[in-house]
T-cell receptor, first 115, second 114 residues
């Protein structure tokens, strides 16, 4: 149980285009979903917290107009990187919390490369 | 603000031996959770073990156990009978408060030598 999927696993796009990443909790309803960014050999950096039906809460320094988050249901959250540039290239990971013990279950991640 | 510190950037262990990864944290909260997550080369984050702060008994999951010292704010992970598949980055994480956020340490890269 507690499986989180993320799609796509890898995406390459041209500078200036927008990219959407989906995160789904497959076998549970997630009270909260989270989006992280991870640079090579570094820890996870929390970008935003997403609750179903409400606006996402962004961490300090994260541009909310650049990284649009929509939490349409208790099992789906999406991250859209708008007008992507090479500096947005990174590994993006989502996670979901099912309301117990604060534990989060993670998706497999999306590697974004912006050319 | 809560912080999590992992002072060992890299560790190495021989297969079948035991290794302990260190983690310290700082908080003023009394109710919280602590976690160890494993991130293998695939980069999939995997929950290894969870400890509730109100429980005095140390959590155990098969070959993985923790040494939770609440007063010292220490939360180390012991891996017994190390296997090649244990090679990964290990992150210590703190969870508490109303936001359900996790605060991660900087990670310890564990190598397992055959």
């Amino acid at each position: 149980g507690a499986v989180v999927s993320q799609h796509p696993s890898r995406v390459i796009c041209k500078s200036g285009t927008s990219v959407k990443i989906e995160c789904r909790s497959l076998d549970f309803q997630a009270t909260t979903m989270f989006w992280y960014r991870q640079f090579p050999k570094q820890s996870l950096m929390l970008m935003a917290t997403s609750n179903e039906g409400s606006k996402a809460t962004y961490e300090q320094g994260v541009e909310k107009d650049k990284f649009l988050i929509n939490h349409a249901s208790l099992t789906l959250s999406t991250l859209t990187v708008t007008s992507a540039h090479p500096e947005d290239s990174s590994f993006y990971i989502c996670s979901a919390n099912r309301g117990r013990y604060n534990e989060q279950f993670f998706g497999p991640g999306t590697r974004l490369t912006v050319l | 603000a809560q912080t999590v510190t992992q002072s060992q950037p890299e560790m190495s262990v021989q297969e079948a031996e035991t290794v302990t990864l260190s983690c310290t944290y700082d908080t003023s909260e009394s109710d919280y959770y602590l976690f160890w997550y494993k991130q293998p080369p695939s980069r999939q984050m995997i929950l290894v073990i969870r400890q509730e702060a109100y429980k005095q008994q140390n959590a155990t999951e098969n070959r993985f156990s923790v040494n939770f010292q609440k007063a010292a704010k220490s939360f180390s992970l012991k891996i017994s009978d190390s296997q090649l598949g244990d090679a990964a980055m290990y992150f210590c994480a703190y969870g508490g408060g109303a936001t359900n956020k996790l605060i991660f340490g900087t990670g310890t890269l564990l190598a397992v030598q055959p």
